[in-house]
């Protein structure tokens, strides 16, 4: 074992019906994040950036195709040479599941014992942040001990109901964790745990092999989560920028955030670069017809007409005359003369007709499905959105 | 495996005439359009045109060029069946291989192509903005059975006395070449863009070395001699835009025609990608006050000001009340609050500084890479 050698595990397989139809063909990690990342590129830089050579990734079958297609060869990470490597694992639902062989923690126990690592990095899926994890390292080495967990305090409004909140001592040692449905209303913030963790991987190798004797089936996060209130955890503060993303009004106010020039700074114009895919494009064109302000836009965009607050994403045509505002615009989609887009979501590849409008809330942003074409005004109030319109507006 | 063709890229020239911009860069190595640089066109004009083997010689400035090049990886040219290797002078037993002219750079190479071993050789230069399939020239010259192939372009019949022109017969056989002709016969101009059958101009150059070693440019000496010895040389009619940016006036004119969507050189063409280096940058930054017209902008920048007619490269940044017009700002350069900037090429990572004034009148103005005008403050 080479000293402070260090694997990455990254986990995405916990579903959040919260954030359909975004989800519908994509995990939570591949969803787009201000027009050129996807959520899973700032846990890989993260680890990419910590000189950790070997990363395994953890994601729900069927959902193949929109990983392979991100990830590749792991070129834009570096992540494709001779030291260092990536690794994928496709999870089974316990209907799938063969009970004969339980895949799942063999190849897991394999991976970190092959990794010959001193220390196994953990990372979930639904939050973004701009870590050092090498800090985070040499905090765990200094107290010894068989976790650290990484924490963040953040208002309670940014809080999902199924996220862990850890009750810290003075001197920085979890004594206990509540899930945030059932924690204390009064506190205006509170600590929650970013779902990253570090460990002896010895020591993980061990608990999973425990677990691994059990009938059901738990998660290598509910192993990790079950460890926290057992063992002795150190916690470490987070005290950059974060997005907790868990439905489609924090995706949305998570991407709008990045218009504040000083989260954006924070986040992506740092130091630490975030790693994303390659997607060559051409400049973006503005036109003479065009108004653009307050404004992110990806490379490869032709825009004719007027953008505000918004996030446009690679190679979005805005024609002349339509006007986007406080929407987030994701790759390919075209919005013709005359349309209105306003507090929307429109996945990938979508077409608003000419003088179409799209129009939702702040609270409640309309979602466009990937690869629909409106053809009629699809206006949302206030309140639940009508499920079959978003569903079944697409040819 | 014997390879069919094998490129050439002639990036060894100074470009003097660019001035500042090639103080310490090669020309191939520019930047252009925003986010690309020179020898991007002809490198992705190779991987389009199915051609995987690329040989670049280089001379002059190499190391922005050869970061750039890396190992062909951008171009998917570090590949089982492709390669780019990038050629340098070197000492060797008989002397110092350094390259006096564009033939002369072949014949320094040609262990290297031997090693290739092609059937045809394809002489390029980096310097040249334009798309062209390869394969279509390739099919002529087999067709016409050709020894030597020569692109050329039709330009205005005023200003043919500035290229090489060939005189053609009906069937574009080549019978006399003038180099910058007083009074030009017509107005094919050679693109500088050749195929040659390589086992004879091995030979040629073998042979004629020995002779009297005269035999230092394609255009001044080999191409007249293939004609006068009565080999099979052809014109190749290419028709669409070309351009060479030689000079200050020309890279700026190539770059404001660049903006255009309606462009030729259709550069949002799937099937016709022009690729160049992965960088990493956050998407583009438009605040509130910023005012963008007819114009480029890349990944990374931020923009506070007015941008008029411009094209504003990766990662630079142009703050507020500054108004650009007509110009190209390169990669990283910084234009501070209130200046102006206007008919000019602001070098890379250069700073035009607060209220400072950046005009080209006649001339185009240059900023020269990092060079700093004034001073910007920077509160981020």
Redesign the interface.
Same mark, same amino acid.
Do not use: N
């Given at each position: 074992m080479k000293t402070n050698k260090t694997c990455a595990i990254i986990a995405d397989i916990k579903k959040m019906d919260t954030l359909l139809p975004l989800t519908n063909r994509r995990p939570v990690s591949l969803l787009p994040f201000d027009g050129i990342y996807r959520m899973i590129d700032f846990n890989l830089s993260n680890v990419i950036d910590a000189d950790i050579h070997s990363i395994y990734m953890i994601f729900n079958q069927g959902m193949t195709q929109s990983v392979i297609d991100h990830i590749n060869g792991g070129k834009e990470w570096n992540l494709n040479s001779l030291p260092n490597r990536y690794f994928m694992h496709f999870f089974q639902g316990l209907k799938e599941r063969n009970p004969e062989e339980d895949h799942y923690y063999d190849s897991v126990i394999e991976y970190i014992q092959k990794s010959d690592s001193e220390f196994t990095v953990f990372m979930g899926n639904k939050m973004l942040c701009n870590l050092d994890l090498s800090q985070v390292r040499n905090v765990h080495k200094m107290h010894r001990e068989d976790i650290t967990v990484v924490y963040k305090k953040m208002p309670q409004e940014k809080i999902a109901p199924e996220d862990i909140i850890l009750d810290i001592s003075d001197n920085g040692k979890v004594k206990g964790i509540t899930s945030a449905q059932n924690a204390i209303v009064e506190n205006e913030v509170d600590n929650l745990f970013m779902n990253i963790c570090i460990v002896k991987s010895d020591w993980l190798i061990q608990e999973l092999t425990k677990w691994r004797q059990n009938e059901d089936i738990a998660t290598i996060e509910d192993v990790l989560k079950d460890a926290i209130k057992t063992k002795t955890t150190w916690a470490f503060e987070y005290t950059g920028y974060l997005s907790n993303i868990f439905d489609i009004k924090s995706y949305y106010d998570a991407n709008m955030e990045m218009l504040d020039s000083s989260k954006f700074l924070s986040l992506l114009h740092s130091s630490k670069k975030i790693y994303m895919k390659n997607i060559n494009e051409v400049p973006t064109y503005y036109a003479k017809t065009s108004r653009v302000n307050g404004s992110q836009v990806a490379a490869g965009c032709l825009v004719y007409g007027n953008v505000e607050h918004s996030l446009l994403s690679t190679g979005t045509i805005v024609k002349e005359n339509a006007t986007i505002s406080d929407s987030i615009v994701m790759a390919k989609s075209t919005i013709k003369k005359d349309a209105v887009v306003k507090y929307a979501i429109l996945d990938k590849n979508v077409v608003i007709e000419e003088g179409v409008s799209v129009i939702g809330t702040p609270e409640n942003p309309i979602v466009i499905k990937k690869n629909a074409h409106i053809v009629e005004d699809m206006i949302q109030m206030e309140e639940q959105v009508d499920e079959s319109l978003i569903l079944h507006s697409g040819v | 495996m014997k390879k069919e063709v094998l490129a050439m890229i002639l990036a060894g020239g100074k470009g003097s005439r660019l001035g500042k911009l090639t103080q310490n860069i090669a020309k191939p190595a520019v930047p252009f359009?925003?986010?690309y640089r020179i020898i991007d066109f002809t490198l992705s004009n190779c991987i389009n045109s199915n051609i995987s083997n690329v040989g670049v010689v280089t001379q002059y400035e190499p190391l922005v060029l050869n970061s750039h090049l890396g190992n062909g990886?951008s171009w998917g040219l570090d590949g089982i069946n492709s390669d780019l290797t990038v050629l340098q002078p070197f000492s060797a037993n008989d002397g110092s291989k350094w390259f006096e002219g564009t033939a002369h750079a072949i014949f320094q190479n040609m262990d290297y192509i031997d090693r290739m071993d092609p059937e045809y050789v394809l002489i390029l230069s980096g310097d040249h903005i334009y798309t062209m399939d390869y394969e279509k020239m390739l099919e002529e010259h087999k067709e016409k059975k050709a020894s030597l192939t020569v692109s050329v372009i039709e330009v205005p019949m005023d200003e043919a006395s500035r290229f090489g022109i060939m005189n053609t017969d009906k069937n574009n056989r080549v019978i006399e070449f003038e180099e910058k002709p007083e009074n030009p016969k017509n107005n094919l101009a050679s693109m500088g863009i050749y195929i040659f059958n390589w086992a004879y101009l091995r030979e040629f150059m073998l042979t004629t070395h020995q002779k009297d070693g005269e035999m230092l440019d394609f255009g001044k000496h080999v191409i007249p001699s293939y004609i006068n010895s009565g080999e099979r040389v052809y014109a190749y009619r290419f028709a669409g835009y070309w351009k060479d940016v030689g000079t200050v006036e020309s890279l700026w004119q190539a770059n404001m025609e660049f /903006?255009d =969507?309606e462009n030729e050189l259709n $550069?949002?063409d799937r099937n016709w990608? /022009?690729?160049?280096r992965?960088r990493?940058s =956050? =998407?583009?930054?438009?605040? %509130?006050?910023?005012?963008?017209? %007819? +114009?480029?902008? +890349? +990944?990374g920048c931020y923009v506070s000001g007015n941008v008029n007619h411009s $094209? $504003?490269?990766t990662d630079a940044q142009i703050r507020e009340g500054a108004q650009v017009t007509d110009s190209v700002i390169m990669s990283g350069a910084r234009v501070g609050k209130n200046a102006i900037v206007y008919r000019a090429i602001i070098g890379e990572n250069a700073v035009v500084g607060d209220n400072a004034v950046v005009e080209g009148k006649e001339e185009v103005a240059v900023v020269g890479n990092s060079e700093v005008i004034g001073v910007c403050n920077d509160e981020?």
């Open positions: - | 359009g925003g986010r990886d /903006i =969507p $550069i949002r990608r /022009i690729t160049t992965h990493v =956050p =998407p583009q930054f438009l605040t %509130e006050t910023a005012q963008v017209d %007819e +114009s480029l902008v +890349s +990944s $094209i $504003i490269s981020d």
